[in-house]
Nanobody, 121 residues
Framework: VRLVESGGGSVQARGSLRLSCAAS?????LAWFRHAPGNDREGVAR????????FYTDSVKGRFTISRDNVKNTLYLQMNSLKPEETAMYYC??????????????????WGQGTQVTVSS
């Protein structure tokens, strides 16, 4: 599975960005993670490929939306009302096979190269 992220950039606080992740190959679930310097990699949202069921970490609920275009095999993350503390490298990740798709990095087999999101105050 190959994952290629795009859509990162610089935005002011309370602004919006939409990240994209083009996936090649079949996946069981896809997720977005972020990693800021000095912090652990944090799971943001995940989506089961088959059912489309989604889950979000508490801090982004109501502001971020994960979605998927199955025709384009592309995962999206719409991020609204961004905060400076959400400045990080954002990664797309994929898991093949079954099981539970949590927001733990170790559950994912494939990772993209990341796209930088910078939120200024």
């Amino acid at each position: 599975v190959r994952l290629v992220e795009s859509g990162g950039g610089s935005v002011q606080a309370r602004g919006s960005l939409r990240l994209s992740c083009a996936a090649s190959g079949s996946t069981y679930c896809l997720a977005w993670f972020r990693h800021a310097p000095g912090n652990d990699r944090e799971g943001v949202a995940r989506s089961y490929t088959g059912s489309g069921s989604t889950f979000y970490t508490d801090s982004v609920k109501g502001r971020f939306t994960i979605s998927r275009d199955n025709v384009k095999n592309t995962l999206y993350l719409q991020m609204n009302s961004l905060k400076p503390e959400e400045t990080a490298m954002y990664y797309c990740a994929a898991r093949r096979g079954g099981g539970v798709c949590s927001l733990l990095p170790g559950k994912y087999n494939y990772w993209g190269q990341g796209t930088q999101v910078t939120v200024s105050s």
